[in-house]
């Protein structure tokens, strides 16, 4: 037989060979919720079995498990059957037990146990089968001792060189391999002994097509015997069969010195294989390794035989740490998961440690019928619902109720299709988790009665961009329309037809948008905000683009074909959409207008041509009366958004008047704030550290240090979530002056940078060595985490050269410190708000300051570096603290967003970025 592929799940090869003939039987259905199996009458131990004792799984075939519900007979030919099953358990019994006498009559098969009549009667099994089975074991066992399996071709049978109290102790030890057809242990017995390939990828080790072709793992028959002795569950077909011993059973068996030594070795060059399985797996490939069988080979038996590996059932600290779990994991969920989703023991665990609970979750009552009802429901291939699930565990959690009730409201009220849902879930599986009436219904009345986009588009934009039904609707989405309207003199229906074009605007973070904006307004030369608006309207994917790669080199190649200034701006002006070209058509176009000599100008002027815009601008006759109404008096949450002051006060249930009075006065008016388009605001005056003329006789010099931060591995759609993650930080500074007295200070704080952090991580040749690249030194490493530790890190690094410059009366030190991280920078950008929860002693004073409905978890960073922040800007400290600064340091928070092009910010963000990742790799 040649095999052509082999897949993991069934309707992959359907949809690969469609018309193809199934030969192989499907798996046995799973038991009902409240299945338990119904032992008759006349058996030795009258009781009832219940699921969390039934190790089957789909895995298993469901051979134990399968019940009266889902198997109905009458009563007369189900006790036929099981009186056949006894007499086949029986008859195994006896031809596996020790003979009587035999230095092995005191053991008693460990598996045995597990064999239950169920198992014998769905697989038709007599005595007469139990018995000629048997035989053929016995022979495959044993017949490469006699010569008989030297060739390991298709035609001839291969076999291995146990001998007789070698075979006598395996069958007695694993007598489920009477239970197998002897063809598939054959099948696999030569898989173990054919030829390794010559080359071979062992990212996916399709087994059954390398056997096909005659090659395998490469084992000598002596091996593969002494292997398959010392652990003959590596022969098991099914998951409830593959169970190992315990390490001190393993432990006597091998009798092979220096086991402590191969087991560490062992963790070493199989890491990736060995995370979450149990520690006995270890102890196996030892033992393998130690009969000469090499890592590579050790590699491909591993990734061809999932079943060589198990999950550890004890739970570690890791997964303690992280929420309430079982002190025994169940392994028929474990198992069931691995056998439904097709992964592996480390991605189990990886399931676990995200989403700890499942740890309790029974496979028959709890996962496979949510599991079940998810795949129907979105009509989900097996690959798509492992996608799903290891992206988002949670979801196993849940009741069938709840996806009901989600996927109800997309169809209904947001009016999308089955597919459309499917499509947005793989892209956003936490989708299903969103409340309905706290998250998911709000989001979509403020596409439709707030920026007024058309109903029937909601869904589009929700497929498009699934990730906005997750942002703060207060924080994020409004504040990002309020941008957007107030820097382009726009309405809010004019926002609505940006998102509806591109939903994906809103993606970006409200500091990315504004920068952009500020950067065409610049560089362009526009004259009134209206002019940036309706460039925006002709092309909206203008904000998507990087400054630096694209716009920017855009605007200077026109320049420069245009050899002027002015008339390039003009041309942008009046077609946008030449921003949101890729450089490779941009410069085709510039070349084909030269080889036809015709008018630049002209010819990149718009044309009919191109995208019709999703819905029907309105008027700009209204664009003065957008209104935006806040909690806040800085406006960072926005609660509203309403057309007009009419609409502002219909809501508010107050008159007209009191809006205006309201917008004018900049008070506040029941509890709410109120804003209205072109409406110029207060600046916050920033305050000196020192009287004037004192200032004016320091030299001033500024110092810009760039922080970033980044963890590995990072999430992604094709691997679970709660992989085990290292954090990384990387730190640059740089002068704005070139003198020699600036280079001696731009020193002392590389110094003072170096004696800042622990675990410093070595540069390469290529590498700039005033940059600082450190370890995060504290658990649970996340992005967030990183990069607010990584603007810790730099207040860290001023005040140590601070402290080293104590008779410094001579300059006014300006830091400014860029972060990329828009997380950072919203906790630090405000400079008398950082100032006041720095006077907070201790981190539960600080949480008290806090806006209670704002969670927090990274309190353990953002108090110390709010202290020091509070210090070095000389904030009043408490009576008890002894750190003081008469010096003329004055820090501030930047965005790197704010530096993008003047300085290089984003470049050197990128490449912060990447050192930052390559500390966390290290």
Not at 759 to 788: G, M, Q, W, Y
Request: proline share 5%; charged share 25%.
């Amino acid at each position: 037989m040649t095999v052509v592929q082999s897949f993991q799940f069934l309707d992959d090869s359907i949809k690969k060979f469609p018309n193809a003939c199934i030969l192989a039987p499907k798996d046995f259905p799973f038991p009902s919720p409240t299945c338990s199996l119904d032992v008759p009458d006349n058996s030795v131990d009258k009781k009832n079995v219940e699921d969390e004792l039934c190790e089957c799984t789909v895995a298993g075939m469901g051979l134990w498990s399968l019940c009266d519900v889902e198997y109905k007979t009458s009563n007369e030919s189900r006790r036929r059957d099981f009186d056949e099953s006894y007499a086949a358990l029986r008859t195994l019994l006896q031809l596996v037990s020790p003979p009587t006498g035999s230095s092995l009559s005191y053991n008693i098969p460990r598996h045995f146990f597990r064999l239950e009549p169920h198992r014998f009667a769905l697989r038709g099994h007599t005595p007469e089968s139990i018995t000629t089975n048997y035989h053929k074991i016995v022979n495959l066992l044993s017949c490469g001792r006699i010569g008989n399996a030297v060739d390991v071709g298709e035609k001839h049978q291969v076999g291995l060189a146990m001998d007789q109290s070698d075979v006598s102790f395996v069958m007695s030890n694993f007598p489920q391999l009477c239970l197998y057809d002897w063809h598939e242990v054959e099948t696999l017995i030569r898989f173990l002994v054919s030829p390794v390939p010559d080359s071979l990828s062992l990212a996916e080790v399709d087994w059954a097509k390398m056997l096909s072709q005659g090659y395998g793992a490469g084992l000598t028959i002596r091996q593969a015997t002494q292997t398959l002795r010392m652990m003959p569950e590596f022969m098991a077909l099914y998951h409830e069969d593959s169970r190992k011993p315990s390490i001190m059973y393993l432990y006597n068996q091998m009798q092979t010195p220096m086991l402590s030594k191969l087991c560490d070795e062992v963790n070493l060059q199989l890491n990736e294989y060995l995370e979450g399985t149990d520690p006995s797996d270890a102890y196996a490939f030892a033992f393998l390794h130690s009969i000469g069988i090499s890592w590579d080979q050790i590699r491909i038996l591993v990734s061809a035989l999932p079943l060589w590996i198990t999950n550890n059932l004890e739970p570690g600290w890791d997964l303690l740490q992280r929420g309430p779990v079982r002190t025994m994991l169940k392994r028929p969920s474990l198992d069931y998961l691995r056998q439904r989703l097709q992964v592996g023991p480390s991605q189990i665990y990886h399931l676990l440690k995200t989403h700890t609970r499942l740890s309790g979750y029974d496979s028959c009552s709890k996962i496979r019928p949510v599991l079940d009802a998810l795949q129907s429901r979105l009509e989900l291939s097996c690959v798509e619902l492992r996608k799903i699930i290891l992206r988002m565990p949670s979801l196993l959690g849940m009741k069938e109720s709840s996806f009901e009730a989600r996927i109800d409201f997309f169809q209904r009220e947001a009016g999308m299709s089955v597919l459309n849902i499917k499509k947005s879930v793989l892209k956003q599986p936490s989708l299903l988790q969103y409340s309905v009436d706290s998250s998911l219904r709000p989001k979509l009345q403020f596409f439709v009665d707030e920026l007024k986009i058309p109903p029937e588009f909601v869904g589009k934009i929700i497929e498009s961009a699934p990730a906005l039904m997750g942002l703060s609707l207060s924080k994020n989405l409004r504040p990002k329309a309020k941008s957007i309207i107030m820097m382009c003199s726009m309405t809010s229906r004019e926002v609505g037809s940006i998102v509806a074009t591109s939903p994906q605007v809103f993606l970006l973070s409200q500091k990315n948008i504004e920068s952009t904006l500020e950067f065409i307004s610049s560089e362009l030369a526009l004259t009134y905000s209206r002019e940036l608006g309706e460039m925006l309207l002709s092309a909206p994917r203008i904000l998507l683009q990087s400054l630096d790669s694209s716009l920017s080199m855009k605007i200077n190649r026109l320049r420069y074909v245009f050899k002027s200034k002015k008339t390039a701006n003009e041309v942008f002006k009046a077609n946008p959409r030449l921003l949101v070209l890729t450089k490779k058509v941009l410069e085709d176009r510039i070349q084909r207008c030269i080889e036809a000599n015709r008018d630049l100008e002209e010819y990149f002027m718009p044309s009919e041509k191109g995208r019709k815009k999703l819905v029907r601008l309105p008027t700009t006759s209204d664009i003065e009366n957008t209104v935006f109404i806040s909690t806040d008096v800085d406006f960072n949450s926005i609660s509203g958004i309403f057309p007009d002051h009419r609409s502002a006060a219909r809501h508010l249930g107050i008159s007209e008047r009191e809006i205006l009075d309201a917008c004018k006065e900049k008070i506040s008016i029941q509890g709410s704030y109120v804003c209205a388009l072109g409406e110029s605001r207060t600046p916050i005056k920033r305050q000196a550290l020192l009287p004037a003329r004192q200032v004016a006789r320091m030299r001033n010099i500024t110092f810009s240090i760039f922080v970033s931060g980044s963890v590995y591995p990072r999430d992604n759609f094709d691997s679970a979530r709660g992989r085990t993650k290292s954090g990384g930080l990387a730190l640059s500074i740089s002068a704005d002056r070139r003198d020699v007295e600036t280079r001696q200070i731009l020193e002392e704080l590389h110094a003072a940078a170096r004696s800042s952090f622990g675990i410093h991580v070595p540069l390469t040749v290529d590498d700039d060595e005033k940059r600082i690249l450190a370890v995060f030194p504290f658990v649970n490493p996340s992005r967030n985490r990183c990069e607010l530790f990584a603007c810790y890190g730099a207040l860290r690094v001023i005040e140590s050269f601070v402290n080293q410059r104590l008779d410094d009366t001579q300059h006014v030190l300006d830091f400014k410190v860029f972060t990329d991280s828009n997380y950072a920078w919203k906790l630090v950008r405000n400079k008398d708000r950082l100032n006041q929860l720095g006077l907070a002693v201790s981190s539960q004073e600080m949480l008290a300051q806090l806006d209670e409905s704002t969670s927090f978890p990274n309190i353990d960073i953002f108090h110390p570096l709010a202290r020091i922040f509070c210090r070095l800007n000389e904030a009043k400290l408490d009576k008890s603290s002894s750190h003081s600064n008469d010096h003329c340091i004055r820090i501030e928070f930047a965005h790197n967003m704010d530096n993008a092009l003047i300085n290089g910010g984003t470049l050197i963000a990128r490449n912060l970025n990447r050192h930052a990742r390559m500390a966390a790799m290290w």
